[in-house]
């Protein structure tokens, strides 16, 4: 997967002032579009279209010191507008185009990326692969933006908002694997970008001919294979450690990639306080 990132960065390069198909570079590269943004977002920290957004702007900027038409300059950089192209110049730079021809800078420059694979030897991965036929998700669900980093807020107003005799109900509800309780992120934007809507699922998995009961909202899940990594120390903070080093160490290490589907997670066990828990993260894989 390293390599394949940084021939796609070689490619970004050669083509930044080309519409860009991500789909037909990925497929040239022998992976899909979905694996390659999701992998890319996870290593480099910014999504795909930020980093050619950054790169683009930062080499633009060099023929705005120039003394070409501006528009002639934003129409090559795939721009309709001397205003488009100023908003996009602007959110690197911080200034205009104008203003930077004047001044001559400031200049913020997004550098070519390089990945390098640096194996550490020191943390043990528990993971198994499992093929599970069509289920279906029920529980209840909505539509909350993406937080990487520490409890979301809004998750946790929606579990809030859930009467205390519903989560009971659930659980009784639950019939197959992912058992118990679970918390399902779904719709997540390929990119991963920070602040994103996504749709978050509170429920449990049943089997595809169990019925939805009223009341309830659904997701209905194709059969397929799926990574299971086991968890355990603080939460959340060991099980986004743990979907961070999913990018970082397993994909690249082994002959599977992220396709389509929800990501689940599911609490095996926990502290009376919930500061410590021991869960399981459901990842929907196939064969690279």
């Given at each position: 997967?390293?390599?394949?990132?940084?021939?796609?960065?070689?490619?970004?390069?050669?083509?930044?002032?080309?519409?860009?198909?991500?789909?037909?570079?990925?497929?040239?590269?022998?992976?899909?579009?979905?694996?390659?943004?999701?992998?890319?977002?996870?290593?480099?920290?910014?999504?795909?279209?930020?980093?050619?957004?950054?790169?683009?702007?930062?080499?633009?900027?060099?023929?705005?010191?120039?003394?070409?038409?501006?528009?002639?300059?934003?129409?090559?950089?795939?721009?309709?507008?001397?205003?488009?192209?100023?908003?996009?110049?602007?959110?690197?730079?911080?200034?205009?185009?104008?203003?930077?021809?004047?001044?001559?800078?400031?200049?913020?420059?997004?550098?070519?990326?390089?990945?390098?694979?640096?194996?550490?030897?020191?943390?043990?991965?528990?993971?198994?692969?499992?093929?599970?036929?069509?289920?279906?998700?029920?529980?209840?669900?909505?539509?909350?933006?993406?937080?990487?980093?520490?409890?979301?807020?809004?998750?946790?107003?929606?579990?809030?908002?859930?009467?205390?005799?519903?989560?009971?109900?659930?659980?009784?509800?639950?019939?197959?694997?992912?058992?118990?309780?679970?918390?399902?992120?779904?719709?997540?934007?390929?990119?991963?970008?920070?602040?994103?809507?996504?749709?978050?699922?509170?429920?449990?998995?049943?089997?595809?001919?169990?019925?939805?009961?009223?009341?309830?909202?659904?997701?209905?899940v194709p059969a397929g294979t799926w990574?299971?990594?086991?968890?355990?120390?603080?939460?959340?903070?060991?099980?986004?450690?743990?979907?961070?080093?999913?990018?970082?160490?397993?994909?690249?290490?082994?002959?599977?990639?992220?396709?389509?589907?929800?990501?689940?997670?599911?609490?095996?066990?926990?502290?009376?306080?919930?500061?410590t828990a021991t869960s399981e993260l459901?990842?929907?894989?196939?064969?690279?």
């Open positions: 997967m390293i390599a394949e990132l940084n021939r796609l960065v070689a490619l970004v390069e050669d083509h930044l002032t080309d519409d860009l198909d991500v789909a037909s570079m990925a497929s040239g590269l022998g992976t899909t579009e979905y694996h390659l943004r999701r992998m890319f977002s996870s290593l480099a920290g910014m999504p795909l279209s930020e980093y050619v957004r950054r790169r683009r702007m930062t080499v633009a900027a060099a023929d705005v010191l120039g003394e070409g038409d501006l528009l002639g300059i934003a129409v090559r950089y795939g721009y309709g507008s001397t205003e488009a192209f100023g908003r996009a110049f602007r959110s690197v730079h911080g200034v205009r185009p104008s203003d930077m021809r004047r001044d001559g800078g400031p200049l913020r420059t997004q550098p070519q990326i390089r990945f390098r694979l640096t194996v550490e030897g020191n943390t043990t991965m528990d993971a198994r692969i499992t093929d599970r036929p069509d289920f279906r998700l029920i529980g209840y669900a909505a539509r909350v933006p993406l937080i990487h980093e520490g409890i979301n807020p809004h998750i946790h107003a929606h579990i809030a908002s859930i009467p205390a005799q519903e989560h009971s109900r659930l659980k009784e509800l639950s019939n197959t694997e992912p058992a118990g309780l679970l918390q399902v992120s779904a719709d997540v934007d390929p990119d991963y970008t920070e602040g994103s809507d996504l749709t978050y699922l509170h429920g449990v998995a049943v089997t595809e001919d169990t019925g939805v009961p009223d009341g309830l909202d659904a997701m209905e990574a299971v990594f086991r968890t355990e120390g603080h939460y959340p903070a060991a099980l986004q450690s743990a979907w961070a080093a999913t990018a970082t160490e397993w994909f690249p290490s082994h002959p599977w990639r992220l396709r389509p589907g929800p990501s689940i997670v599911t609490i095996l066990d926990r502290s009376d306080d919930f500061s459901w990842l929907p894989v196939e064969r690279a």
